[in-house]
């Protein structure tokens, strides 16, 4: 993203969500490294999933 990365972005989304008092939207986080799990849980993700996606897992975690 041209403006800020994946991570600022959902930051930025669940301090709007907190300061609103908005239900937090699904927010799934797609990486193609394995070991970025506890990053991703950290900048606010739902969940996150590793390339290749699979349609079943997507399913599952949407």
């Known amino acids: 993203m ?3 990365g994946g991570n600022q972005a959902t930051k930025e989304i669940r301090h709007w969500e907190r ?4 239900v937090p939207t699904a927010i799934l986080a797609f990486t193609a ?15 996150y ?6 349609k079943d897992g997507l399913l599952q975690a949407s």
């Not at 300061?19 to 908005?22: E, M």
């Not at 490294?33 to 990053?39: T, V, Y």
């Open 19 to 22: 300061t609103y008092g908005s």
């Open 33 to 47: 490294n394995a070991l970025k799990e506890e990053e991703s849980l950290n900048a606010g993700y739902t969940t």
């Open 49 to 54: 999933l590793t390339k290749p996606i699979k």
């Open 2 to 4: 041209p403006i800020m």
